[in-house]
């Protein structure tokens, strides 16, 4: 496992929390535009970890 790999995986990971984080700030607000970023950050992580994923396949 490379170490680029896991600093994909590992910003992906917090990518994920944070827009965790918006999403459930937007709903208790009601900010829709929060929301949305929230769950833009989660898809962010999401490909950051599946690019980490396919950098182990690789090395």
């Known amino acids: 496992m490379g170490k680029d790999s896991k600093k994909d995986k590992s910003e992906g990971a917090m990518d994920k929390v944070k827009g965790r984080a918006k999403e459930a ?8 535009d929060t929301k949305s970023k929230g769950r833009k950050d989660q898809d962010k992580g999401t490909l950051k970890e599946k690019k ?3 950098k ?3 090395d």
């Open 25 to 32: 700030a937007g709903s208790l607000t009601g900010d829709e």
């Open 56 to 58: 182990d396949l690789l």
């Open 52 to 54: 980490g994923a396919a």
